[in-house]
Structure formats: structure tokens, C-alpha cells
């Protein structure tokens, strides 16, 4: 089964091509801003230096957030059009569940921790063991997150907040390299998951940053 994903939510651009456990395209590139020129002709390229049609595609998979509120919409957007125009299902996998997959295969230990930094001095938060996900995506206060991964107990962290994490838990804990999450593991975490029966939506786990005139929130409605 042929699979494009695509993450776009948090710092940086990613589109992967898989056919079963074969890896036929990956692009990664770290970036802030500027994800929206940069998604379409990535995946113009991975599908072309893969040599793959996209009438070959039998998935789709994109990352849903927590992540910035542009990025997220991003990937959605541009993933919901081609799953309208190729006609296949569309997989969505949050950000933090990404990153903790990631990160315990990386260091072998069955239980991770995906913290990241969500500003405010907040955190992003999810607790993963094997297959399941303790603590499903939270924001919260970082020494609150943290916290809570103490009580989890050792495992890998992975995240910009991995490193600050680190340095209060101590060495019980394996601090990974993943910082941020991977079109790879989209993909792979799509082929696993079952057929969606509903088009994946944006995960907002708090109002963004950005006001409108008036004070209102960008999606707050403007009536009563």
C-alpha cells in the first residue's frame, strides 16, 4: 500500500512516500515560517524523484496538531484537497503521538514522553507506553508537565521541551534527538491505523495567539 504524509504543524516541513515498509521518498526541513510555499513543491518532488503517480496513492496520512495555528491548517488543507481529488482515505495522527513513537524506537524503551514547547511557559504534553497513550495531548504548565512525566516514570522524552525536561527528571530518563514530529512516522503510524470514517480535523488545544480587530480570537464567532 502506497502512502503520502505530510506534517506541517510545528517547526518544520516534512513529506514522506512509503509502499508497505519500503521507503520510496523523504524531505525533512527544519523551518518556522514558511511552510505553505514550501509543502506543494516538496511533495511534487518526493513524488517524482520516487517515480510514484499520485493515482498510485492508496492513503493519505497528515498530522492534526496541537501545533501552531497556521501550521496545522496548512497540512490540512492541502491534504484534504488532494484526498477530494484522489478520492482515498485520509489518516490523521497528532503531533506529540508522532514524536513518542519516534523517539522509543530510537531509544528501545517502551514508554515515552513528547513535551513541547507551547510558550506561555506551557507545554504540550503526551505519555505513550507501547501502543497506548496514557495521557492523550494536554496543555499545561511546563513544571506541571513535567511533573507529570516524573510520575510516569522513566522513559524517552522527545520535543523542544526534551532537553529542559532532561535536566529536572535526571538520568533515569533518555533524552532522544527527536524534536520535532516526521512525515516518516506519519506515515508509518498511518499504515497501522484503521480506514477513517470521517475527514480529520485541526487539534486546538487552546485558542491561538493571533487577535482580530475588536479583541476577538482568529475563529471566534463574531454574533451572539
Known sequence: MKILAVDTALGACSVALLDD????????????????ERLAPMVEEAMRAAGVEFSALARL?????????????????????????????LVGTTTLEIM??????????PKAAAIHDARRDEAYLLLKDGADV??????????????RIHAFGPCALAGTGAAAAFERLG????????????????ARQAQMM???????????????????????????????
Do not use: C
Open 21 to 36: 515498509e519500503q521507503t520510496l521518498a523523504h524531505i525533512f526541513e527544519a523551518m518556522d515560517r514558511g511552510h505553505a
Open 134 to 147: 496514557k495521557l492523550p495531548p494536554i496543555v499545561l504548565p511546563f513544571a506541571q508537565a513535567v511533573e
Open 194 to 224: 484503521p480506514e477513517p470514517k470521517t475527514v480529520p480535523g485541526p487539534l486546538y488545544l487552546r485558542a491561538p495567539d493571533a487577535k482580530l480587530p475588536g479583541g476577538r480570537s482568529i475563529g471566534q464567532p463574531s454574533g451572539p
Open 100 to 109: 513518542a513513537a519516534e523517539a522509543a524506537a530510537e531509544t528501545g524503551l
Open 61 to 89: 496520512a497528515v498530522t492534526i496538531g496541537p501545533g501552531t495555528f497556521t501550521g496545522q491548517r496548512v497540512g490540512l488543507a492541502f491534504m484534504r484537497g488532494l484526498r477530494l481529488a484522489l478520492k482515498i482515505p
Open 171 to 186: 538520568g533515569r530518563y533518555n533524552l532522544s534527538s527527536v524534536r520535532q514530529p516526521d512525515a516518516l512516522w506519519v
